[in-house]
């Protein structure tokens, strides 16, 4: 009996002691997990947010040159030293963007320009992509902040490119938008410009990919592209900091050696408590055993006797007959 209630307790404690170095390691790594989880979320926020600040500066340009009465008329005549003075070389001086081009109703590049000479606009603007323009900019009011985005393929990395329509809108308000010229304007988003725009959210490796994007480890984050004619070109591929680890290189030291001392005075605690334990069921069973047994001769005294006999074992066998009290009164016994 004294070893079943130490054992008990011995293995209260030790399962006590357990489950709290499990509950706070499994606390502390789940914390870590979570704020891995939110800063992934929160980096894919920032990357789409940024991709989208480009699609806005893409636009921004867009409607800067395409709300302009003097381009409209230098379109009509043709005039390509016009546009090449007051937008193409201003473009080239201030790279605000890799493409600029004038594109007719009937999908005709008639003016356009490709900064570092890297393609031919033509080579961009195919007559797919013209088409998709098209399309994009169908119910696409004549106002000054219409311009509208999409993506485009342009060789191995995605090309923002806005659109809108070149508008008269001091000399001639009211003509009809199917008359007016596309004008283009292009963001290449290529690695390295995404590399910058990447360090803006401390992100170090933000990159363009194409293929698919299922081959990534779950540590990678992927975002895909989507181009002008609803198809995926490729993602933005990334690796999320983990300000979960950095948690757990500075927390889980000074935890362990907590957990360490916690461990050392809980055993130190029930190796104490189960001697208690055992002196506590010892002296117990001594004093019931005191009870019942004549200190002298180490018999039962009256007591344990008359509980001998009311137990059930004894009750039945002298039922059976197989069991016979006899009382003999001695007189004067108490002498002896």
């Not at 991709?51 to 390509?80: S, T």
């Not at 592209?225 to 000074?254: C, H, M, N």
């Not at 916690?262 to 004093?287: N, Q």
Request: aromatic share 8%.
């Amino acid at each position: 009996m004294t070893n079943s209630i130490s054992g008990r307790i011995t293995l209260n404690l030790v399962a006590g002691i357990v489950i709290t170095v499990v509950t706070v390691i499994a606390a502390i790594f789940w914390m870590a997990a979570r704020q891995d989880e939110q800063a992934r979320a929160s980096t894919e926020t920032m990357v789409i947010g940024g991709v989208d600040a480009v699609a806005r500066r893409a636009e921004a340009l867009a409607n800067d040159y395409g709300w302009w009465d003097d381009a409209y008329f230098a379109y009509v005549r043709r005039d390509e030293d016009w546009f090449y003075t007051n937008v193409g070389a201003s473009v080239s001086e201030t790279r605000v963007a890799d493409l600029f081009a004038v594109v007719s109703p009937d999908g005709e590049v008639v003016f356009g320009w490709v900064i570092d000479d890297k393609s031919l606009p033509t080579e961009i603007l195919t007559p797919d992509v013209i088409e998709g323009i098209r399309n994009l900019a169908e119910g696409m009011p004549v106002e000054s902040l219409a311009a509208r985005s999409a993506f485009v393929r342009f060789g191995s990395t995605p090309m923002v490119i806005a659109v809108s329509r070149i508008t008269p809108f001091t000399t001639n308000p009211d003509i009809d938008p199917a008359e007016l010229p596309f004008f283009v304007a292009g963001l290449e988003l290529n690695n390295d410009r995404l590399s910058e725009l990447g360090k803006t959210f401390l992100i170090d490796d933000l990159r363009f990919e194409t293929g698919d994007a299922r081959r990534h480890s779950s540590a990678t984050s992927t975002l895909p592209v989507v181009d002008i004619f609803g198809e995926t070109i490729g993602q933005y591929t990334w690796t999320p900091p983990k300000p979960g680890d950095a948690v757990l290189r500075s927390v889980l030291p000074p935890i362990a050696v907590a957990l360490v001392l916690f461990c050392v005075v809980a055993v130190v605690t029930a190796l104490r408590t189960r001697r208690i334990a055992i002196a506590l069921t010892e002296s117990e069973k001594e004093a019931v055993t005191a009870a019942r047994t004549d200190g002298m001769t180490g018999l039962k005294n009256r007591t344990g006797f008359n509980e001998l006999l009311q137990s059930p074992e004894y009750q039945a066998a002298c039922r059976a007959g197989h069991l016979a009290v006899i009382y003999l009164d001695i007189n004067g016994f108490k002498a002896v």
